[in-house]
């Protein structure tokens, strides 16, 4: 590269040398040229030129001397030097821009995982809002569907008594009441409905508010119609909380409950309850149970004061009571719904307690046990799989009452 430059050098001196003799020779010769054409030029003129072309060799050489300079000095400078230089500049500016994305990407990471935080806390206050709402919403809904509403169109319909034990004891001893459909209008409404009437169970004149046998009904249902109440009368059903409200509160009476259990492999047994009775929509429907006998054990109540489920008021997926507020401990694992925990069905829980006749039948040919639990009646200290259930209702004639 050196070698290049110096012979670069060589070649811009000899042009220059032979621009500025070419030059002086073009002006001598035009001044002979001028002498022999006969002007009469003095010898002061010609001075003059000689002069001139001087300087302007003079300027030539000072504008090419310092082009010259610089191409020595830049040829001067190595190349490896400045492939080095120029590497370690790609170096230092290669540092600064990976700094710089780590700490863009540390300020964006914190800044995602606040914008995550807040939104989390949005969900969960507007979670706790909605909810509240959906509760007022079902009590205005009640309100407004016992002051205005009739459930079933007005029909003149002849009830057959005010709940299945009159209807039995309407009936001459010697003849025998069926079980069946039955129209009943409880003291105090205004509307009649159908109901089952068990006759041949106990003695008869139990109305029933809901039966399991084969799981073709699906009690995964919202609270509305726990309300209204779904399912065959027939088969399986859940009555309805309003209806079962307006039986039991029938002035200067008394109901029992009968809950009826029967194993996959056949055994029976039941639990009941005398002074049965529920509180209104308003209270969400608060059961109270009176005292308890039979062989299944009291799975209402429980063994322990956390597992008592009397007194409290139903809850469903949508409408939720069951005291796990915000959430409670199961075996170790966290509920925040004992409704969903249970296949989203209706029942009057309490963290989530020990009965919840609502569950999942047991499937055909599957070993998933049932989900219908009355864990106080058990076999070798194991909770027995329930194939069946129903739950009856049927009035106690006090002689206090007149």
């Known amino acids: 590269m050196i070698q290049f430059c110096e012979f670069f050098l060589v070649i811009q001196a000899v042009f220059f040398s032979a621009l500025g003799v070419s030059v002086l020779g073009d002006s001598r010769t035009a001044s002979l040229n001028a002498v022999d054409t006969g002007q009469n030029n003095s010898a002061t ?7 001139n072309i001087t300087m302007l060799n ?6 090419a001397s310092p082009s010259s300079r610089n191409k020595n000095e830049h040829c001067h400078i190595p190349c490896e030097l400045s492939a080095k230089l120029i590497k370690e500049e790609k170096h230092y500016m290669c540092r600064n821009l990976q700094h710089s994305l ?3 990407t540390r300020s964006t990471r914190k800044l995602i995982r606040g914008m995550m935080e807040d939104h989390h806390q949005s969900l969960e206050f507007l979670s706790s809002q909605i909810r509240e709402l959906m509760n007022k919403v079902q009590l205005l809904n009640a ?4 002051n205005n509403v009739e459930p079933f169109p007005h029909k003149p319909v002849q009830s057959h008594g005010q709940d299945c034990s009159v209807i039995r004891d309407s009936v001459d001893f010697d003849s025998k009441t069926p079980s069946g459909i039955y129209i009943i209008q409880p003291d105090g409404t205004d509307y ?14 139990w109305t029933v508010i809901q039966r399991r046998v084969d799981g073709n009904i699906d009690f995964n249902r919202a609270w509305s119609e726990y309300m209204d109440g779904f399912g065959d009368l027939s088969g399986e059903h859940w009555l309805g909380l309003r209806k079962i409200f307006h039986i039991v509160n029938q002035k200067n009476t008394n109901f029992h409950l009968q809950v009826a259990l029967e194993s996959c492999d056949g055994t029976s047994a039941y639990a009941s309850y005398d002074n049965f009775w529920m509180e209104d929509d308003s209270r969400f429907f608060k059961i109270h149970l009176g005292r308890y006998a039979g062989s299944a054990g009291d799975a209402f109540r429980g063994y322990r004061q956390e597992d008592n489920q009397n007194s409290m008021p139903f809850s469903t997926f949508d409408i939720d009571n069951d005291g796990c507020s915000p959430f409670c401990t199961i075996n170790g694992s966290v509920v925040e719904s004992c409704s ?9 829980f309490n963290q989530c307690g020990m009965a919840n006749l609502n569950g999942g039948l047991l499937e055909p040919d599957s070993s998933i046990n049932s989900h219908i639990q009355w864990d106080t009646w058990t076999q070798n200290g194991i909770a027995v799989t329930i194939k069946s259930v129903s ?5 106690v004639y006090n002689p206090y009452f007149k």
Request: charged share 30%; aromatic share 14%; with cysteine.
């Open 58 to 63: 003079s300027s030539r050489a000072s504008q």
């Open 45 to 51: 003129d010609i001075a003059e030129q000689e002069a």
């Open 391 to 395: 739950m009856k209702i049927r009035r």
């Open 102 to 104: 780590v700490s863009y």
């Open 340 to 348: 969903t925990k249970n296949n989203k069905t209706g029942w009057w």
């Open 192 to 205: 009649p409905f159908e109901v089952f009437c068990e006759m041949d169970y106990m003695g008869g004149g």
């Open 143 to 146: 309100e407004a569907w016992r």
